[in-house]
C-alpha cells in the first residue's frame, strides 16, 4: 500500500492555460493484481481542448494554480516558511550529521537526477542519495505501473526528507519484491531494516506505506488471527533497541481502507500497520491553506477529499494502547489510537514533485497524501536528534507529553487543527478538535517550536 495522491499538471506551451487530468496510477505496492490500498485522486476536470495529459515544465506559484487549476499548490519553500524551520536553519540545524533511511519498493533509476532538478529549481543544496538495492531488485521498466507507481513514491518520499532536513544523509532502500497488501514485500523490508540498525546506520527511518489490519487476519484465514502480523515486527524492533526514530503513514481513506480486489472497501473501520505499532509513530493529513511565501491564510484542517481520500484514523484491532496513550484513553479506548501527529497531506493543496523515470511523462507533478506527510515528518525528527545532540528514538511518549502540556504562554510546538474529520468512503470517521483525536492525532506542529522541545533546546 502506498499513501500517494497524484495529480498531472498539463502544460501546452508558456501562453496556454494550464489544465490538470486527474488520473490512478498503480500505487506504490498496489499492481492491479495485488490491488492493495493505493492513492486516492482527487478529480480535475481538463480545460477544453488540453484534456491530454503532460507533466508540466515549471511548477506555478499558489497563485497561478488558483487561477489556472482552481485549486491551491505548494513547493519546498512555502513549506519550510509554513512550519516555521527558518530559525532553525539560522541556528545551523538542517539535519547534519542524521541519516534517515526511506524505504520502498524497486525505487527509482532517476532518483538523483530527479533530486537535483528539485533542488536546483528551489535553491535547495545538493546531496548525494545513497542506494542501497535489497534482494533481488529487478530492472526498472517504464511500461510496468507498479514500479512506475513505486517510482513516484521513491521521489516523493526523497524530495521532501531532503526539503525539510536538506543537511541530512538520505539511505533510499530500494527492495525486489512489490510491497502488496498483507505479507508481500515486507519481510525484505524488515530484513533491510534491522540489518541497518545493527550496523548502527539510521537515525530515522520512513515508510510511506502500510496494509490494512484486516488483511493479515484474511491471509491467516482465521479471524482475528495477526500472527502474520506479529511475526513482522522484528524489523522495528531492531530500529527503536537502537534508539531509532520509526515513522509511517496513517493511510489515504479515512476511517477505514481498501479490499484485496482493490475495488471496495472495508465496510467497518480499520487501520493499518506499521502505522499502528506503538514502536512507530503515526502520520495523517492535513489540508494547508497558504500564500505564495508560505503564510497560512486559514487554520489547518482534516485532509478529507472524501472519495478522493481522507487522512487514516482510527483504533487499533491489534495493538493494546501503550502506557504512553493512558492519558487520552478516553478517545483510544483500550486499543491503540492512530495518527499520533499531521501533516500536510491534502491533493488541492498538494506538493511540487520532479519525475524523469517515465520518459513519456517528465515533468512537474502534484502529488498529496500520508506518503508526503511521513518523510517530511521524518525530516523534522532528524533536526531534531541533531539539535539534541542524540538519537531520540521513539517519539511517542515526549510527543503525548507535550501534547499533554500544551500551554499557550509556553509554546512547545503542538498546535491543534479543529476543523474537520476524516469520514470517507462511506465510514463515518472522526472528529477533529482541541487536544488528541483520531483523525489527526494531537494535530499539527510549529516545527521551531517542536524542534526545541523535542531536543530539550531552551537556548536555540
Same mark, same amino acid.
Given at each position: ?128 542519495? #545513497? ?27 526523497? #524530495? ?24 508481500? %514485500? ?49 524489523? +522495528? ?191 463515518? %470517521? ?29 537556548? +536555540?
Amino acid at each position: 500500500m502506498s499513501s500517494r495522491t497524484l495529480l498531472r499538471a498539463a502544460a501546452l506551451a508558456a501562453t496556454a492555460t494550464l489544465s490538470a487530468t486527474a488520473f490512478l496510477p498503480a500505487s506504490a505496492g498496489a499492481a492491479a493484481a495485488a490491488a492493495t490500498p493505493g492513492p486516492r485522486v482527487v478529480p480535475v476536470p481538463a480545460s477544453a481542448g488540453q484534456a491530454h495529459k503532460l507533466a508540466a515544465p515549471q511548477p506555478l506559484s499558489t497563485s497561478e494554480c488558483q487561477a489556472k487549476m482552481h485549486r491551491d499548490c505548494y513547493g519546498p519553500l512555502q513549506y519550510r516558511a509554513a512550519y516555521d524551520l527558518q530559525p532553525l536553519a539560522d541556528a545551523g540545524i538542517d539535519g547534519s550529521g542524521r541519516t534517515i533511511v526511506i524505504v520502498d519498493s524497486f525505487g527509482s533509476p532517476t532518483i538523483q537526477h530527479d533530486l537535483e532538478v528539485f533542488d536546483h529549481q528551489y535553491g535547495l543544496p545538493n546531496t548525494q542519495v #545513497e542506494v542501497m538495492k535489497w534482494g533481488n531488485v529487478p530492472a526498472f521498466d517504464p511500461t510496468n505501473s507498479d514500479m512506475t507507481g513505486w517510482a513516484g513514491e521513491t521521489t516523493l518520499d526523497v #524530495e521532501y526528507a531532503h526539503a525539510m532536513a536538506p543537511g541530512a544523509h538520505l539511505l533510499l532502500v530500494e527492495t525486489g519484491t512489490s510491497e502488496a497488501e498483507g505479507t508481500a %514485500g515486507f519481510p525484505e523490508m524488515m530484513d533491510a531494516v534491522k540489518s541497518l540498525a545493527h550496523q548502527g546506520r539510521g537515525d530515522v527511518f520512513s515508510f510511506s506505506l502500510g496494509a490494512t489490519e484486516g488483511t493479515f487476519a484474511q491471509q491467516a484465514g482465521k479471524p482475528g488471527d495477526y500472527h502474520l502480523l506479529k511475526d513482522l515486527r522484528y524489523g +522495528l524492533k531492531a530500529a527503536v533497541d537502537e534508539d531509532a526514530t520509526v515513522l509511517a503513514a496513517s493511510g489515504d481513506n479515512g476511517a477505514t481502507d481498501m479490499q484485496l480486489d482493490g475495488k471496495t472497501f472495508f465496510t467497518d473501520r480499520q487501520v493499518g500497520w506499521p502505522a499502528s505499532d506503538p514502536l512507530v509513530t503515526a502520520v495523517g493529513g492535513t489540508r494547508l491553506h497558504l500564500d505564495d511565501n508560505g503564510k497560512h491564510t486559514a487554520p489547518d484542517e482534516v485532509w478529507n477529499g472524501g472519495d478522493g481520500g481522507a487522512s487514516g484514523g482510527g483504533v487499533s484491532q491489534v495493538f493494546k494502547r501503550p502506557d504512553y496513550q493512558d492519558d487520552v484513553a478516553k478517545v483510544t479506548g483500550h486499543q491503540r489510537g492512530i495518527p499520533d501527529i499531521s501533516m500536510s497531506a491534502a491533493p488541492d493543496g498538494g506538493a511540487w514533485v520532479y519525475s524523469s523515470f517515465d520518459p513519456k511523462d517528465t515533468g512537474w507533478d502534484i502529488i498529496g497524501g500520508t506518503s508526503q506527510a511521513t518523510p517530511m515528518m521524518a525530516g523534522v525528527v532528524a533536526l531534531a536528534d541533531q539539535a539534541a545532540g542524540y538519537r531520540l528514538g521513539n517519539i511517542n511518549p515526549a510527543l503525548y507529553d507535550l501534547g499533554a502540556d500544551k500551554d499557550s504562554d509556553d509554546p512547545n510546538g503542538i498546535v491543534d487543527v479543529t476543523k474537520g474529520n476524516n469520514t470517507a468512503n462511506g465510514v463515518t %470517521g472522526y472528529q477533529a478538535g482541541p487536544g488528541y483525536n483520531l483523525a489527526t492525532g494531537w494535530g499539527t506542529i510549529d516545527g521551531y517550536q517542536f524542534v526545541k522541545s523535542l531536543a530539550e533546546r531552551d537556548d +536555540l
